[in-house]
Nanobody, 113 residues
Framework: QVQLVESGGGLVQAGGSLRLSCVAS????????MGWYRQSPGKQRELVAT???????NYAESVKGRFTISRDNAKNTVYLQMNSLKSEDTAVYYC???????WGQGTQVTVSS
């Protein structure tokens, strides 16, 4: 059973920064792609960023240049550094093992304008 546990969400003013963390259980973390998604009320869950086992990254256009995904395989952790936050970034952010059924419980990010 894979468990993904997110942390780091909170309330921040527009223009501020937050760093989300996701700790994954399991010994194969280093060979799997990981991703962050988000969901706002009334909207579908959308891709934010992904990172492959080799460190290649992919971002939604809306966050390019502001968000950075990274991973620490020694700690089984994937991060999402979010800078220059906007009110439209307000959402519940979820961590996932890409292409699988495994999702975290989500962490709320609220950006006040």
């Amino acid at each position: 059973q894979v468990q993904l546990v997110e942390s780091g969400g909170g309330l921040v003013q527009a223009g501020g920064s937050l760093r989300l963390s996701c700790v994954a259980s399991g010994s194969i973390f280093r060979i799997v792609a990981m991703g962050w998604y988000r969901q706002s009320p009334g909207k579908q869950r959308e891709l934010v960023a992904t990172i492959t086992s080799g460190g290649s990254t992919n971002y939604a256009e809306s966050v390019k240049g502001r968000f950075t995904i990274s991973r620490d395989n020694a700690k089984n952790t994937v991060y999402l550094q979010m800078n220059s936050l906007k009110s439209e970034d307000t959402a519940v952010y979820y961590c996932t093992r890409v292409g699988t059924k495994y999702w975290g419980q989500g962490t709320q990010v609220t950006v006040s304008s």
